[in-house]
């Protein structure tokens, strides 16, 4: 009996990982298929208002570039604060829950938060704001991975670095995040892959332009608010040039993820 | 032991409290650390010989809430008097007392840094920058504890791609590079395999020529060895302190005699 339950459960198991496989190969197939055949050199040069990508490409890189510069200076500085100060106190249990639940938070709730405060005080949507709302979603990530990759450096690090006669802080900037620098990074990068790819935390704020700008005080041009607009688009030209945004897009993200796997093998 | 006996620190009525204990740690300990002599703190596991040695470089004050009672006395090169370790409040007081009082861990800690940044990081922090001077004593430093030949084509390279031997020396290295009075080993070798064991052991009895030694042991043939004076620690209390050679030969203490022959520990 034991072993028929057994087996019932080995191929009830593989049966599901085969269809969650199935899922994601087709979603890939499909999106390789579509996005592919309308990847061209053309749609690289050229901006949305001439059918290209370029200016989405540009501006949604400038929008996560800014989120980074927000994200992982306040999130490397707090997860220090967690792993290194706090010793644990409530305040830090706290914090940590909070973060945590902040990571699972609608990415459209921060957008509409973003709204509120960002947008409709100005009155109009603009780049701003869109960077701000991926700084906000990037910062728990870069929060959490900080304080899990200081914890796993060994506290007699800690020690000899006291030891020999350093202050607390040089000990944690010469020492301590240089021996966790390889984990950081590839939380860092993984962080990075999350929000390059986020729609709805820039629905409200930053929306798109259809032209090329620098100018984060107005609409700013966006990949993946391009992508929802025109995939809705009656024209099929403009569908075509949705899925290979979508294609484009995946492969950013798909070899931001290898990156990050790369090192981690390539350091340990 | 005909030549005169210098103390180098002090310890009166010392006891510890960890955070949050009920209990003291460490109990009434009375115990003098003479200078360019090795002592050997000997006792079974959890009797507080780590304990106390975390105490003689305050060690225990990054993390808050220890307590400390009694009196830590270290001799001032300079005026000769002695100080109580335990007023120092500031962290300024504390880096110099850490200068002064170095420390080896149990587990090697190279810091993820060259070999010859590991040694000159110590000397940096006291404000020594000129590399010409920073590169003699690091090549002194090296020298001194043995490692020099093995590593001098090396330098830049990570001090974690070192053997585990190897890179408890280069700790050495690193603690007697700022020339500290005192050095605490906390377990040097046990991590170690037999033959960096033996290393260590040698490069103990030539350093104790320049620096004094505390060592930490649950090796009582290391401690025979290595020590000029044994303390035998029991249920955080000092059982019994004497040379070396009385506390193997002939302890005056039951309990340091059962321990020495086996028969707990």
């Known amino acids: 009996m034991r072993l028929i339950i057994n087996k019932i459960i080995l191929i009830l198991s593989t049966l599901a990982a085969i269809l969650g496989l199935v899922f994601l190969f087709w979603i890939l197939i499909t999106l390789t298929i579509k996005g592919f055949a309308s990847v061209n050199l053309y749609i690289f040069t050229h901006d949305l208002i001439d059918n290209g990508l370029r200016n989405l490409l540009i501006g949604q890189f400038i929008l996560a570039f800014i989120a980074v510069l927000i994200g992982v200076p306040l999130g490397m500085i707090a997860g220090i604060y967690l792993q290194e100060y706090s010793f644990n106190n409530k305040f830090a249990t706290f914090i940590r829950n909070l973060s945590d639940v902040m990571m699972s938070a609608p990415s459209i709730v921060i957008g509409t938060f973003v709204y509120a405060i960002m947008v409709n005080p100005i009155g109009h949507l603009n780049g701003w704001a869109g960077a701000i709302a991926l700084g906000i979603m990037m910062l728990p990530i870069v929060v959490r991975t900080t304080d899990d990759m200081l914890g796993l450096v060994p506290k007699e690090l800690r020690e000899a670095g006291v030891a020999i006669g350093a202050p607390k802080y040089k000990v944690i900037f010469n020492i301590i995040i240089k021996a966790a620098k390889v984990g950081i990074m590839t939380g860092l990068l993984l962080a990075f892959a999350r929000i390059i790819g986020e729609t709805a935390p820039l629905l409200f704020t930053s929306g798109n332009s259809q032209y090329f700008t620098l100018n984060l005080n107005h609409e700013f041009p966006s990949l993946t608010v391009a992508i929802y607009n025109l995939a809705t688009m009656p024209d099929k030209h403009l569908v075509d040039i949705a899925w290979a945004g979508a294609f484009v897009l995946t492969l950013f993200v798909l070899i931001i993820n290898l990156l990050g796997r790369y090192i981690v093998k390539e350091k340990k | ?265």
């Not at chain 2, 310890?11 to 960890?18: G, L, P, R």
């Not at chain 2, 093995?150 to 690193?174: F, M, P, T």
């Not at chain 2, 605490?184 to 030539?206: F, G, H, N, R």
Request: charged content about 30%; some cysteine.
């Open chain 2, 1 to 265: 032991m005909s030549e005169k006996l210098e103390k180098v620190m002090d310890i009166k009525n010392f006891s510890f409290t960890y955070n949050g204990a009920n209990k003291p740690s460490l109990k009434n300990i009375n115990l003098p650390i003479y200078f360019k002599k090795v002592t050997a703190l000997i006792g079974p596991s959890g009797c507080g010989k780590s304990t106390f040695l975390r105490s003689l470089n305050r060690i225990h004050d990054l993390y808050p809430g220890n307590k400390y009672e009694g009196e830590i006395l270290l001799k001032d090169i300079e005026t000769g008097d002695m100080e109580n370790i335990l007023k120092y409040k500031k962290e300024n007081e504390l880096i110099k007392l850490r200068q002064r009082v170095g420390m080896i861990f149990q587990k090697p800690t190279p810091f993820p840094m060259s070999i010859f940044d590991n040694i000159a990081y110590g000397l940096r922090l006291m404000g020594k920058k000129n590399k010409k001077f920073l590169e003699e004593k690091v090549e002194e430093a090296l020298k001194s504890s043995a490692l020099w030949k093995e590593v001098k084509d090396r330098l830049k390279d990570d001090a974690r791609g070192l053997s585990g031997g190897q890179q408890q020396r280069l700790c050495i290295a690193r603690a007697i590079a700022v020339e500290p009075e005192v050095l605490l080993m906390d377990e040097p070798t046990s991590a170690l395999d037999p033959l960096s064991t033996l290393a260590i052991e040698e490069l103990v009895t030539k350093l104790k020529e320049k620096v004094t030694i505390v060592i930490v042991t649950h090796n009582m043939q290391q401690a025979s060895r290595v020590s000029d004076w044994t303390a035998f620690m029991y249920l955080g209390e000092l059982i019994e302190y004497g040379t070396t050679e009385q506390i193997f030969i002939s302890p005056h203490e039951k309990r340091t005699a059962d321990y020495i022959a086996g028969k707990f520990g």
